[in-house]
C-alpha cells in the first residue's frame, strides 16, 4: 500500500520542482495497467459487481430451439402456450421469456430463451422438455444457454483425435497379493481416516496409510474392493494403488449426500438434495450415474422428493435408498427404481427402459432383486378393504415375464429375503388375526432354482412369536430366526435341504438380537447389540454347540471378514464412552483390542470372486496339507517369537518392579530419622524385633430377662 500524501504536501513538493498544477491537464494522466498505486478507485465496487455477475454465467436460462415460425399475429398465442409449458415446472422471471423476430418478415426466428430463477430449475426444463413434441413437425430441442459456447467452439473440419502411447497403471488389485494372506480394513476416528491390515497372526494391526480429513461425511468400499470411495462437498472422489491410495478419479457433483456403487463396479450413483426456491415445494433431487474408470455421466435425474419417496429406507428428506437397485449380479446389466404403479427397469447399454416402458403395476410398494439372476420380486398390498388379495410376484428381465405369484390374506406387513445365491426367496407375512387385534407371523418360502417354482409356507411353532431377525446363511441352504420375546427371545434354526423345511435346533432364551453369519456359512454369531450391552455367542451350525461366549460392552456393530476367519465388534460415537473395535477369531478368542475416541466407522475391505476354477479350488483342498506345511513352519516360527516377546516383557517389568522397589527401599533408608523419632528413640525397623501380643476383649451384645 502506497503511503498517502495530504493535499498540503503535494502542492509543497510540486512547489520544490516548479510546477504549476493549475496548468496540468489532468485528463492526460494514466496510470500504468493494473497498477493503481495502492488507491483504489471509485468504480472498483462497479467492476467487482460485473464480473460477479458474469462469473455467474447464465446457467438459469435454457434455449428453446425448433419452435414453430409464426408472423406477428400469432405471436402471442405461441408466447402463451410456451409460457403455459415451462410455468409448471419453475418460476419463470418478469421479462424472463425473449423470442426474436426476424426484422424484414416480421416473424419469430423458430427459438426462445426463457430465465428462471435457479439453474436448478433450467436443468429441470431441460430434462423434462428436451424432445417434448409440441406437434408433427415441432419436437423441441432444448438446451442450457451455458452450453451454447461449447458448441461454437466445434470446428469446422474434424480432425481426428490427438493418440498417446499406452502407459501401464497401477495394479489396483496388488493387495491381494500379500504374502501373509491378510485383510485389510479401513477406520474413521476423529478427523482421521485410516487404512491397515488384519496382521491377527502377530495379534495387531499393521498401517497401510493415513490422512486427515480425507473425507467431509463417510468412505465406502467398493463392492469388490477395488476403490474407496469419499464424499465432499464439491463431489465424489475413488483412491487405490498398489502400494498406497492414490485418488484415480473424481465425480463433480455439488452437495452430494450419498453415493452407491453398482455390484460390479462399473458405475457410481451420487444423489444430492436441493432447497427449492419457494418454501412450499418439496425439495429438488439430483442422481448421476457416473462411469467409475472414465468419470463420465451416463445417466442424470431430476425431480422433487416425492417422486424418489417410494419403497426402501428413508434417506435425506425422505427419499429412499438407494433409489436405484441394481440386478443381474456382477454384470452391472439392468438397474430399476420403484415409482408411483410402475417399476421402471433400465438396462446399462443405452441408459434407457427395457423395451423403452416400464412394468405397471397397480399399487406397488416394494421390489427387491434376486443378488446372482436378472429376476426381481415384487409386493402389492391388499386393495379394497381386502377384497382383492395381496401378492408376491416374481418378474423375470428383459422378458417381463411374470415367473410365479401367490396371493397372500390379512396381510399386516411383509417383507422379502433373497438367499445371497438367488436360490431360494423368504417372503415374511405379518398377518391379522379373525379379530383384526393382534397378527401373527408365516413364511413363503420359494425355490427359485426347482422347476416351477415350489413355495412352501412355514410357520414357527408358536405362530404368535414376535420375529425380531432373519438372516439366510450365505452360500447354504440353512437360515436362523429369532423369535419371542425381548430380552431373553429364542433362536431356531432351519435347513431347506431334502424339499422341506425341517427344523435343526431352538435355543431358549438368549440375549440376542442380532444374526451374524460368517461368509462362508456354518458360524453363527449370536448379538446383543446396543441396548443388550454386546453379549455375543459363538455357535458352529453344523455341531449344533456353542464354540464361546463372549461380550464387548456397548458394541454397535458387528462385521465378518471376507474370508470369515476374523470378526470384528466396534463401538461407535453414538455412545461416548468405550468406543474402538476388537478383533476377534471366528470361535470366539479375543486377538486385540484399539481404543478410539470419536470413532465413527469399521469396514473390511470386500475380496473380489477367487480367480481359481472350481476344479483348482478342489485340488487345492486335496493336497491342503502339502501347502499347509510352509504355513505351518511360519506359524511355528512366530509362535516362538511372540513367546520370545512375552519373555522379554515379563523380564521388563520384572526389571521395572525391582527399580521402584529399591527406589523405595532408598527413600526408606532415608527417612529412618524420622521414624525413630516419630517412635520415641526406638530405633528397630525389624518387625520379629516386637512381641506380638493376643488380647481377648469380651462385650456384652444383650441383656433379656426371663421369668421362670
Given amino acids: 500500500m502506497a503511503d498517502v500524501m495530504s493535499m498540503e504536501d503535494i502542492n509543497a513538493q510540486a512547489a520544490r520542482l516548479n510546477i504549476d498544477l493549475s496548468s496540468v491537464d489532468w485528463n492526460s494522466v494514466w496510470v500504468p495497467p493494473g497498477e493503481d498505486f495502492g488507491i483504489k478507485s471509485d468504480d472498483e465496487d462497479l467492476n467487482e459487481e460485473d464480473s460477479l455477475e458474469f462469473d455467474a454465467g447464465f446457467g438459469n436460462v435454457i434455449v428453446v430451439d425448433n ?109 491381494l497379493t500379500d504374502e501373509k494372506g491378510r485383510d ?22 499393521d498401517p497401510v496409510y493415513k490422512r486427515p480429513f480425507w473425507t467431509e461425511s463417510f468412505v465406502q468400499w467398493s463392492p469388490l474392493g477395488t476403490y474407496l470411495a469419499t464424499v465432499h462437498r464439491q463431489g465424489a472422489a475413488v483412491w487405490g494403488g498398489a502400494s498406497t491410495f492414490n485418488r484415480l478419479m473424481r465425480y463433480a457433483h455439488p452437495q452430494v449426500k450419498l453415493i452407491d456403487f453398482s455390484p460390479g463396479e462399473k458405475y457410481l450413483v451420487t444423489y444430492s438434495s436441493h432447497e427449492p426456491s419457494n418454501p412450499r415445494d418439496s425439495h429438488r433431487v439430483v442422481l448421476n450415474i457416473f462411469d467409475v474408470r472414465t468419470g463420465k455421466v451416463m445417466r442424470d435425474f431430476k425431480g422433487s422428493a416425492d417422486e424418489f419417496a417410494l419403497g426402501g429406507n428413508a434417506g435425506f428428506t425422505g427419499v429412499s435408498w438407494p433409489v436405484f437397485r441394481w440386478g443381474g449380479g456382477k454384470e452391472d446389466k439392468y438397474f430399476a427404481r420403484l ?100 397378527t401373527y407371523t408365516g413364511f413363503e418360502l420359494f425355490r427359485i432354482k426347482d422347476r416351477d417354482i415350489p413355495i412352501e409356507v412355514f410357520e414357527l411353532d408358536n405362530k404368535n412369536d414376535k420375529i425380531i431377525a432373519f438372516a439366510w446363511e450365505p452360500k447354504g441352504h440353512r437360515f436362523g430366526v429369532i423369535h419371542g420375546d425381548n430380552p431373553r427371545p429364542d433362536i431356531s434354526f432351519y435347513s431347506m435341504k431334502g424339499g422341506k423345511v425341517s427344523k435343526l435346533v431352538t435355543l431358549k432364551g438368549k440375549q440376542a438380537n442380532g444374526l451374524f453369519w460368517s461368509p462362508g456359512g456354518r458360524f453363527v454369531i449370536l448379538a446383543g447389540l446396543k441396548g443388550f450391552n454386546g453379549q455375543l455367542e459363538f455357535y458352529n451350525v453344523d455341531e449344533l454347540e456353542t464354540m464361546a461366549t463372549a461380550e464387548h460392552f456397548m458394541a454397535t ?32 478368542k479375543l ?118
Wanted: charged letters at 30%; proline letters at 4%; aromatic letters at 12%.
Fill in 557 to 588: 456393530d458387528i462385521e465378518w471378514d471376507p474370508t470369515g476367519r476374523y470378526v470384528a465388534t466396534s463401538v461407535t460415537s453414538v455412545h461416548e464412552m468405550e468406543n474402538g473395535f476388537n478383533i476377534w477369531s471366528f470361535n470366539g
Fill in 184 to 205: 485389510q480394513f479401513v477406520i474413521r476416528a476423529g478427523q482421521d481416516t485410516e487404512v491397515l491390515w488384519n496382521d491377527a497372526r502377530q495379534v495387531k494391526a
Fill in 67 to 175: 419452435l414453430p415460425v409464426v408472423p406477428r399475429e400469432k405471436f402471442e398465442k405461441l408466447e402463451g402456450v410456451v409460457r403455459k409449458i415451462y410455468s409448471q415446472i419453475g418460476v419463470i422471471k418478469e421479462n424472463g421469456l425473449w423470442m426474436p423476430v426476424e426484422e424484414e418478415t416480421g416473424k419469430t426466428r423458430g427459438y426462445c430463451f426463457i430465465e428462471y430463477n435457479t439453474p436448478q430449475e433450467a436443468e429441470l426444463a431441460k430434462e423434462k422438455t428436451n424432445g417434448y413434441k409440441l406437434d408433427r413437425a415441432h419436437i423441441f430441442s432444448v438446451n442450457i444457454f451455458d452450453e451454447i459456447e461449447k458448441f461454437m467452439r466445434v470446428p469446422d473440419q474434424w480432425a481426428p483425435p490427438e493418440s498417446k502411447p499406452y502407459t501401464s497403471g497401477e495394479n489396483l488389485q496388488h493387495w
Fill in 339 to 438: 415409482g408411483k404403479n410402475v417399476i421402471s427397469v433400465y438396462e446399462t447399454e443405452t441408459f434407457s427402459l427395457v423395451d423403452k416402458k416400464s412394468i405397471k403395476v397397480e399399487n406397488v410398494t416394494d421390489f427387491c432383486w434376486s443378488p446372482a439372476d436378472p429376476i426381481f420380486a415384487l409386493f402389492v398390498p391388499e386393495q379394497g378393504g381386502g377384497n382383492q388379495p395381496a401378492r408376491v410376484s416374481l418378474f423375470q428381465i428383459p422378458s417381463k415375464q411374470e415367473l410365479r405369484q401367490k396371493n397372500l390374506f390379512s396381510v399386516s406387513d411383509c417383507k422379502m429375503y433373497w438367499q445371497s445365491e438367488g436360490e431360494y426367496l423368504a417372503v415374511k407375512v405379518d398377518r391379522y388375526t379373525k379379530t383384526k387385534k393382534s
Fill in 591 to 708: 486377538l486385540y483390542r484399539i481404543a478410539k475416541d470419536h470413532f465413527f466407522q469399521f469396514l473390511w475391505r470386500p475380496r473380489p470372486p477367487s480367480f481359481l476354477s472350481a476344479e483348482k479350488e478342489e485340488e487345492i483342498m486335496k493336497n491342503l496339507k502339502k501347502y499347509s506345511k510352509k504355513y505351518d513352519v511360519e506359524d511355528q516360527d512366530i509362535s516362538l517369537l511372540l513367546s520370545e516377546q512375552d519373555r522379554e516383557k515379563r523380564k521388563q517389568l520384572k526389571e521395572e518392579w525391582s527399580t521402584w522397589v529399591n527406589e523405595w527401599k532408598k527413600y526408606h533408608q532415608q527417612d529412618k530419622t524420622q521414624r525413630q523419632a516419630l517412635r520415641d528413640g526406638e530405633a528397630s525397623d525389624v518387625e520379629e524385633e516386637y512381641e506380638a501380643k493376643q488380647v481377648e476383649v469380651e462385650e456384652l451384645v444383650d441383656v433379656t430377662e426371663e421369668v421362670v
